[in-house]
Structure formats: C-alpha cells, structure tokens
C-alpha cells in the first residue's frame, strides 16, 4: 500500500499537526534527498511547534524522478535518521506538493510569483546556478543561463527562474520573496545575489536596481550527511511505517543550519528545530568548510583510491583515520576564534559522525566536483596556515590526492569516471602528464588564488606526494604518510 496519508502511519511517527491547515509560503527549487532531510525536515518540526502557513511547494528543475516519488504521496515521506544510538523515523508533511519545472515552468513561476510564497530556497548544487565567482556575476557561456538570457520569459535555469518570478512581483506590486540559498558555497547568499542581478542588468536594468535594492538574499551554513536512498531505504521504510514509500530517505542525526538574520517577510519557527541565526554566517561557514568538508575531500580521493567505499571504511583503516585526524587539527588552526565554539570538540564530534555504521556516504559520490570544491574547502586556507605558522602538509596531501583522482590513472585500481563539470579540461591538462606535468597545469588554471599558486614549497610538496600516489599503490602512499604524521 502507497504511503498517501498521515492516518496509514503508526502515530507515533507522525508529525504533530494537521498538513491541510497550513498554506505553502516556501518554493524549493532542487528537490533532492538534501533537502528532504534537511530544510523539509526541519520546516516539519517549526510548523510542529508554532504552525503557520509555511509548507513548502518542491520544485526538482531537471529530471520529473523526484515529483513523480513525491506527488502521488501528497507530498509524505519518511525520515529515517541514523546514529551510533540507533535509528528513529518520523514521517514528514511538510513538503505539499512536488513539480518538476523542466519542459513547462509556468506553474513553478506563478506559484514563485504568488504574494503568498515569501520564500524561495534553493539547494540546486553549484555548477547549476552559472556563476562567475571572479566577477560576482553570472557566466553568460553557462548553458541554462545564455538559454534564459534568449527567452527570458520561459526559463528553465536557476537565475531566470528568480529573475522572471521577481519581474513579475514586482510588476504585481508585491513585495519580493527571501532567495535563501542553502547550497554549499561560501558567502552563498551574497554570490546568489551577485549573479541574480548581473543576470536581471542584461535584460532590464531598472529590474536589477530594484533586486539589488529591495531582495534579500541572507548566508546560510548547512551541515547533514545525506547518502542516495537505496533500495533498502526504502525496504526499512515499510518495515517502519507498514507503507510503501518511494520518497523515503536516511540521513545522520546530526543536523546544523546557521541563517543571516534577514528574512524581510517571515520564516517559520526555525529556532524551534535548531536553526541559528546570526549576523555573521561567515565564521561558521569557514570552519565546516574547512574541517568538515575539507577533511570529507581529503578522505574521499584518498579512501576511494585505497578501496574505501564508505567514509566509514575509511575510519576503519587505521592510517587513513589518522590523516584525517591531522586534516582536522590543521583546518582547525587556520580558523579565527568563534564565539560559542571548540574547534577541537567539533573536530570529534567530526570523527564520531564519519565513524558512524549506519551511514552508506559513498566517497566517490563526495568525490565528484572537485574543481568546484578545491578552493572553497582546501586552497583558501593555505594563505592563513601561512600566515599561521601552521604547516601546510596536510592541504598538501589532500591536493595530490585530488590530483590523483583527476589523473585517471588505473595501476592501483578499476577505470573510473572523473565527476566533474570541467572533466574534459582536467583530462586534458593531466594526459600524459608525470606529477610535476599535472601541478604544473593545475597551477594555470586559475582555480588555486594567486598567493597559493605563488607557493613554490607547497607546490614541491604537492609534486612528491603525488608522484607516489601516480606510482604506488594508494594504500601504501596513505600508511607511509601516517607514519611521517605520528
């Protein structure tokens, strides 16, 4: 029996409130298993505590998978949440309906457009918002962005979606929607309005003026491990819930989600599920880059070439274990002091996370957009290490290790696919390359900062560790460097 109503689930599991008394005010666009377990989740919980109109409309912008799992189950999944301590489930409503906007966006823009949606959030990874990140723009040459620049009343991309649903509120005389951004980029909120306006200026500047003015477009940190729901995810969600429910998902436990404090027309009772708001994000977003994600990176390139499939056979390994310890250590003296927090309990609370059992994150799924990840979660704190006195060893090793993956090379293990949305270029700057030959590319490339590409010693460092890795065996590469690390 298709899971379809709130009264087919044991009541304990239920979420506290009746779904149809509460109106939408939220549009998601990318509706994928993050959100599910994250924004969704914790939406659940503050309509829960405090109600409101706050449900959200899911838009999934490519592929109808995720409206076709969800829209048949008026918009009712399962949340199975797993953790050291065990595994709890709860069934979440707060998601009311599900669309996908590719082929038509008109009902995905009238319900943007709606003076009742006072959100719009966004979880649509990277490389699908087209920017420039040099520029604090948008990338014209973006496909979905220079398709939208030529029908800009028909978008399919992220930005002309924003920019065409603004348009038309504004045209309304409503006021605009909060663009909440919770995708994982640095100062996201202020990129996102960056592109969003240079985007709007090429078609109607008067438009742009009115968006940089008037929309707010707040920081966010995210933090919670999500792996792809399986076959058996699904299977535990029957077992939990006696329904069957193709829109379930697992997650860890542990959530976070840190928000500027600049949501103009409202939220939800966020507070109530956790959520921090401040009014700086940037300090938080620095430290889970650098030790949470950067630490991930590190262990996803090194692991899955040492025949790690999950991040918790990575814990397994003893030297491998240990690396990661030290990228933790050395991430975390990069940080400034934050008020509230210890770096070195996060750090541990990290490694209890990674070591989890009941969590499958697969590390080539974490090894995919590397380029996109690279100077966010590693290159940037090279310059505070520098300026720190701290060594640099450990960014070093994390660096070869991506450089191995970008490589191709297959004496240590099975051909494999380089994820990643400049493959191509990556492919060609290492083919046929030794280390020197690849660091030597990498170093024009324009992804590693000026100050970073101007570091000789670290490049030499970079260049020894990756000619073991493009001649040993991983695993071999990985216990030696432990053993200089102790």
């Given at each position: 029996m298709r899971l379809t109503s709130l009264d087919q689930v044991p009541a304990a599991l239920r979420?506290?409130?009746?779904?149809?008394?509460?109106?939408?005010?939220?549009?998601?666009?990318?509706?994928?298993?993050?959100?599910?377990?994250?924004?969704?989740?914790?939406?659940?919980?503050?309509?829960?505590?405090?109600?409101?109109d706050w449900r959200i409309l899911g838009v999934s912008l490519r592929s109808p998978k995720a409206s076709e799992e969800l829209h048949p189950q008026t918009g009712l999944y399962t949340?199975?949440?797993?953790?050291?301590?065990?595994?709890?489930?709860?069934?979440?409503?707060?998601?009311?309906?599900?669309?996908?906007?590719?082929?038509?966006?008109?009902?995905?823009?009238?319900?943007?457009?709606?003076?009742?949606?006072?959100i719009v959030s966004l979880t649509v990874t990277e490389k699908a918002y087209g920017l420039d990140r040099a520029a604090q723009g948008c990338d014209p040459q973006h496909p979905a962005v220079a398709a939208d620049l030529a029908t800009p009343d028909a978008p399919q991309g992220v930005l002309g979606l924003l920019t065409e649903a603004l348009r038309r509120r504004r045209a309304a005389g409503l006021p605009p929607f909060t663009v909440l951004?919770?995708?994982?980029?640095?100062?996201?909120?202020?990129?996102?309005?960056?592109?969003?306006?240079?985007?709007?200026?090429?078609?109607d500047p008067a438009l742009a003026d009115w968006i940089a003015a008037e929309v707010a477009f707040p920081s966010t940190m995210v933090d919670r491990s999500t792996p792809a729901a399986t076959e058996a995810t699904r299977a535990e969600a029957a077992a939990l819930t006696g329904c069957e429910d193709l829109a379930a998902v697992e997650t860890e436990r542990v959530c976070q989600w840190v928000v500027e404090d600049h949501v103009p027309l409202g939220r939800p009772d966020w507070e109530a599920a956790g959520v921090i708001f401040t009014d700086d994000v940037s300090a938080f977003e620095a430290m889970k880059l650098r030790m949470l994600n950067g630490s991930h990176s590190m262990l996803a390139y090194a692991g899955f070439h040492a025949g790690a499939t999950y991040v918790r056979d990575v814990m397994a390994d003893a030297p491998l274990a240990a690396l990661v310890r030290r990228h933790l250590t050395t991430a975390?003296?990069?940080l400034p002091p934050?008020?509230?927090?210890?770096?070195?309990?996060?750090?541990?609370?990290?490694?209890?996370?990674?070591?989890?059992?009941?969590?499958?994150?697969?590390?080539?799924?974490?090894?995919?957009?590397?380029?996109?990840?690279?100077?966010q979660r590693i290159f940037s704190a090279i310059p505070d290490a520098r300026q720190g006195g701290v060594s640099v060893r450990a960014f070093a090793f994390a660096t070869a290790a991506w450089l191995?993956?970008?490589?191709?090379?297959?004496?240590?293990c099975a051909p494999y696919e380089l994820r990643d949305?400049?493959?191509?270029?990556?492919?060609?700057?290492?083919?046929?390359?030794?280390?020197?030959?690849?660091?030597?590319?990498?170093?024009?490339?324009?992804?590693?900062?000026?100050?970073?590409?101007?570091?000789?010693?670290?490049?030499?460092?970079?260049?020894?560790?990756?000619?073991?890795?493009l001649s040993q065996p991983m695993a071999?590469?990985?216990?030696?460097?432990?053993?200089?690390?102790?």
């Open positions: 979420p506290g409130y009746a779904p149809a008394d509460h109106g939408v005010g939220i549009v998601h666009l990318g509706l994928g298993a993050f959100h599910k377990a994250h924004q969704a989740a914790l939406t659940d919980l503050a309509l829960a505590a405090s109600g409101g949340l199975i949440e797993k953790g050291t301590e065990g595994t709890q489930a709860r069934a979440i409503a707060s998601i009311a309906d599900a669309v996908c906007s590719a082929g038509d966006p008109e009902p995905v823009l009238a319900a943007m457009a709606a003076g009742t949606t006072r951004c919770c995708d994982n980029l640095p100062d996201n909120g202020v990129l996102l309005r960056g592109a969003v306006v240079d985007f709007a200026r090429r078609l975390a003296a990069t934050i008020a509230g927090i210890d770096t070195t309990a996060y750090a541990e609370a990290l490694l209890r996370r990674f070591e989890n059992p009941a969590i499958a994150h697969e590390t080539f799924q974490i090894a995919m957009d590397g380029s996109e990840k690279m100077p191995r993956h970008v490589s191709g090379c297959t004496h240590d949305p400049i493959a191509a270029r990556l492919q060609a700057l290492a083919a046929g390359q030794d280390a020197s030959g690849i660091v030597a590319g990498l170093r024009e490339t324009g992804l590693p900062p000026e100050p970073v590409v101007r570091d000789a010693a670290l490049w030499d460092e970079v260049t020894e560790i990756l000619a073991r890795m071999d590469v990985i216990a030696a460097e432990a053993a200089r690390a102790s």
